[in-house]
T-cell receptor
Framework: AQRVTQPEKLLSVFKGAPVELKCNYSYSGSPELFWYVQYSRQRLQLLLRHISRESIKGFTADLNKGETSFHLKKPFAQEEDSAMYYCALRGTGRRALTFGSGTRLQVQP | GAGVSQSPSNKVTEKGKDVELRCDPISGHTALYWYRQSLGQGLEFLIYFQGNSAPDKSGLPSDRFSAERTGGSVSTLTIQRTQQEDSAVYLC????????????FGPGTRLTVT
């Protein structure tokens, strides 16, 4: 079975502060990990995937297989980063995504 | 170009009635997914279509739920004899193929069963 855990329902930080959204997963094989984001009144959209190893909007995420984690980080939060963030996993042989329950990030001015 | 569209955007129905939710994927996308998002929960996979292959129905919560995809394009999710626990946002997504491509999500249909 595969599972994604996001332990924080809400993370509130001030503008300019560092942000870390936690994601842990359970999967016996080699998963693909993703972060999706949903801004207010917008659709769910892909933010980044671990195989790309890129920084999007200042966010990065490193897959740590030893700790089975894929935390999302940004050194300096901006107000426009306020949104709902979902961590997702895709296992081999299954094309659908398994999502975590999401973390709401609030960046205060 | 046009993204994934879903209709209706909101649906209120009485317990016991049947409902149909529609999804129009991005043109040319062969993979189509249905997910459900209940209050305070993450997205839950329901069903997945890839081309002409048999759909993966492993996420359907009961036999009251069914879906079809006609002509490899439009999909309809049907819920029979709706229950209050079916209240959720139903999201559709499509991708170019099922292999390693980004899933593009529609705006969702908010279903409320009274």
């Amino acid at each position: 079975a595969q599972r994604v855990t996001q332990p924080e329902k809400l993370l509130s930080v001030f503008k300019g502060a560092p942000v870390e959204l936690k994601c842990n997963y359970s999967y016996s094989g080699s998963p693909e990990l993703f972060w999706y984001v949903q801004y207010s009144r917008q659709r769910l959209q892909l933010l980044l995937r671990h195989i790309s190893r890129e920084s999007i909007k200042g966010f990065t995420a490193d897959l740590n297989k030893g700790e089975t984690s894929f935390h999302l980080k940004k050194p300096f939060a901006q107000e426009e980063d306020s949104a709902m963030y979902y961590c997702a996993l895709r296992g081999t042989g299954r094309r659908a995504l398994t999502f975590g329950s999401g973390t709401r990030l609030q960046v205060q001015p | 170009g046009a993204g994934v569209s879903q209709s209706p955007s909101n649906k209120v129905t009485e317990k016991g009635k049947d409902v149909e939710l529609r999804c129009d994927p991005i043109s040319g996308h062969t993979a189509l997914y249905w997910y459900r998002q209940s209050l305070g929960q993450g997205l839950e996979f329901l069903i997945y279509f890839q081309g002409n292959s048999a759909p993966d129905k492993s996420g359907l919560p009961s036999d009251r739920f069914s879906a079809e995809r006609t002509g490899g394009s439009v999909s309809t999710l049907t819920i029979q004899r709706t229950q209050q626990e079916d209240s959720a946002v139903y999201l559709c997504a499509s991708s170019l193929t099922s292999e390693g491509y980004e899933q593009y999500f529609g705006p969702g249909t908010r279903l409320t069963v009274t």
